[in-house]
């Protein structure tokens, strides 16, 4: 079992940017497919992206298409995602996890992933 780490939150005005990083240790991420997941205060938590173990499939709830870039670098065993065009409504506790489903079909309204991380807080306000 890997442990995850994510960092890289904290507060930034609308229309900002921040990139959160899932360090892996205590094993190799390059198996496995990753997801990053979200959770406001009063809510659910939900699926963002995720990335296959191959990094060639991408996919991104609704939500964020088109503003939030995840990748990965297996040589430093760390799955990133690229927060743009941050909104109000992106705040939230973001953790990474491996997905248990393949990233190509999962379509964020279940959350199977195991090896969750601690979490990192973004707050979007002006």
């Known amino acids: 079992q890997l442990q995850l780490v994510e960092s890289g939150g904290g507060s930034v005005q609308p229309g900002g940017s921040q990139t959160l990083s899932c360090a892996a240790s205590?094993?190799?991420?390059?198996?496995?497919?990753m997801g990053w997941f979200r959770q406001a205060p009063g809510k659910e938590r939900e699926g963002v992206s995720c990335i296959s173990s191959s990094g060639t499939i991408t996919n991104y709830a609704a939500s964020v298409k088109g503003r939030f870039t995840i990748s990965r670098d297996d040589a430093k065993n760390t799955v990133y995602l690229r927060l743009n065009g941050l909104k109000p409504e992106d705040t939230a506790v973001y953790y990474c996890?491996?997905?248990?489903?393949?990233?190509?079909?999962?379509?964020?309204?279940?959350?199977?992933?195991?090896?969750w991380g601690q979490g990192t807080q973004v707050t979007v306000s002006a």
């Open positions: 996890a491996r997905l248990t489903r393949p990233c190509s079909t999962w379509t964020f309204t279940s959350l199977s992933a195991v090896w």
């Open positions: 205590g094993g190799t991420l390059d198996y496995y497919t």
